[in-house]
């Protein structure tokens, strides 16, 4: 990040020693085995204002370019989820956004309790060394927290299928950690460190020496998660990569951590996990407005693009075609990507890719 900059304050929500927030959906099945190891050492909810560095001047644009299709993002994502423009393929985690987003959710009680019943049951499965039902605790956490903190995923959650997709995936690599012998490993030594350090921001003097050391027992534990996840990685409904994963395990860590630090070492932990990333100036292009064809929002696409996700309710829209009219109520939509027939967004009329009515 650019030095000599404004600041902006961000609330975080912190509960206990996690924070729940935006969008970490790839590595969130360590972040949600952490959350339910810390459960029982929570403390009371309290926001913390983080005051974190954002250039001011004109906007800018992480600069990565879609491993897909090779185009570079033209658009500001509104989560840190970054999605092609072009292509719609997922191309990248914005760590600035995660950060300033304060599209944060905490759990709400009877989600906690859930954790805690669900973390002794996983215990059980352990000593029994039955993996299925580990698998079957992680998907009744995720089927609630998916609901009850939808902003901490990507967009796409509001698609059932992906959702779907998404919690097998989670169950597969929680469970490959949770049987690990040397993730627990990693895991035991990054608590033990973190035992050594204040519990909230501003409790108690936080000494930079033991936070190196959390630093690196944090990046062997992402390390070693991105093996163990990266034969599953291609059952991930974004089809993200090892990289990406690391980056969204490591941001949480980071997200969570910043509000402990004085700018100077917020600087360096952003460097050190790996996620300053490179950002440039936003140069605009010209968009074109279309409409959702699966919840009717507007749709903003570049010249070129032939598959965008609606950044709304998550679906994939086909935007290689003029939009079509509905034949109920004259309204414009672009086609769900993939469908030959689908309902009107805005009347439910049935109708055709072609824009006729479906008989
Ligand atoms: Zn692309
Ligand atoms: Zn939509
Ligand atoms: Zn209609």
């Excluded at 997922?90 to 760590?95: A, C, G, L, P």
């Excluded at 460190?193 to 108690?204: E, K």
């Excluded at 009219?325 to 004259?330: E, S, T, Y």
Aim: hydrophobic fraction near 40%.
């Amino acid at each position: 990040m650019m030095m000599g900059t404004g600041e902006i304050v961000v609330i975080v929500s912190i509960i206990g020693t996690i924070v729940v927030s935006i969008a970490v959906s790839i590595g969130i099945a360590i972040f949600m085995r952490k959350m339910i190891a810390n459960l029982n050492a929570s403390i009371q909810f309290q926001p913390v204002a983080m005051p974190v560095a954002v250039p001011q001047g004109p906007p800018q644009i992480k600069r990565t370019a879609c491993r897909n299709c090779g185009g570079f993002k033209v658009k500001p994502p509104k989560t840190a989820c970054m999605y092609c423009d072009f292509c719609g393929a997922f191309v990248d985690w914005d760590f600035r956004i995660a950060v300033s987003t304060a599209g944060s959710a905490r759990p709400a009680p009877a989600l906690q309790q859930l954790m805690a019943q669900e973390k002794a049951f996983q215990a059980q499965a352990r000593a029994n060394n039955d993996v299925e039902s580990f698998k079957q605790s992680v998907r009744r956490i995720y089927e609630q927290h998916t609901v009850q903190c939808a902003a901490a995923y990507s967009p796409r959650i509001g698609d059932p299928k992906y959702k779907h997709q998404l919690i097998e995936y989670l169950a597969l690599v929680d469970s490959a950690l949770g049987f690990d012998p040397e993730s627990q490993q990693h895991e035991a030594s990054v608590a033990s460190l973190r035992r050594m350090l204040p519990r909230a921001p501003g409790h108690g003097h936080l000494d930079m020496n033991v936070f190196r050391q959390l630093v690196a027992a944090k990046k062997a534990a992402t390390a070693r998660a991105v093996q163990l996840l990266a034969p599953h990685i291609h059952l991930h409904p974004d089809e993200a990569s090892a990289e990406i994963a690391a980056a969204t395990i490591n941001s949480t860590f980071t997200q969570y951590w910043l509000p402990f630090l004085d700018a100077g070492n917020r600087q360096w932990l952003i460097a050190e996990m790996g996620l300053a990333g490179e950002y440039v100036e936003l140069s605009p292009v010209p968009l074109t407005e279309r409409h959702c064809g699966s919840c009717g929002d507007a749709v903003h696409v570049p010249q070129g693009a032939s598959r965008v996700v609606c950044e709304k309710c998550g679906h994939f829209n086909d935007v290689s075609a003029p939009e079509v009219q509905c034949p109920g109520c004259g309204g414009p939509t672009s086609v769900p990507s993939g469908a030959t027939t689908f309902s009107c967004p805005y009347c439910q009329m049935d109708m055709r890719a072609d824009g006729m009515r479906a008989l």
